[in-house]
């Protein structure tokens, strides 16, 4: 079974980075397309970014310029660089994974970041 587990949130001050990591068991993770996907409160869950199996990278509106995702094969990790970051950000981030899928069926147990003064 796919297992994801999230680490790296925390509060932090609007402005400020984090650095979100994302550890996977499958042992076939180069032909996985992994994401991140967040859920603020009162919200409904969003992909906020994917890299996929060919190294493409994709990202939504509000953290373009903003967020990098990045992954690396060799430890089966993702990562989800997050700068300048705004009270908006607030929300549990999920790591996703799919096998060429339209849906994103595998999940980690969320992180949550806050966004706060």
């Known amino acids: 079974q796919v297992r994801l587990m999230e680490s790296g949130g925390g509060l932090v001050q609007p402005g400020g980075s984090l650095r979100l990591s994302c550890a996977a068991s499958?042992?076939?993770?180069?032909?996985?397309?992994m994401g991140w996907h967040r859920q603020a409160p009162g919200k409904q869950r969003e992909l906020v970014a994917a890299?996929?199996?060919?190294?493409?990278?994709t990202y939504t509106e509000s953290v373009q310029g903003r967020f990098t995702i990045s992954r690396d094969n060799a430890r089966n990790m993702v990562f989800l660089q997050m700068t300048s970051l705004e009270p908006e950000d607030t929300a549990v981030y999920y790591c996703?994974?799919?096998?060429?899928?339209?849906?994103?069926?595998?999940w980690g147990q969320g992180t949550q970041v806050t966004v706060s003064s």
């Open positions: 996703s994974a799919k096998a060429g899928s339209i849906s994103w069926p595998h």
């Open positions: 499958e042992i076939r993770f180069p032909l996985y397309d």
């Open positions: 890299i996929m199996r060919d190294g493409s990278r």
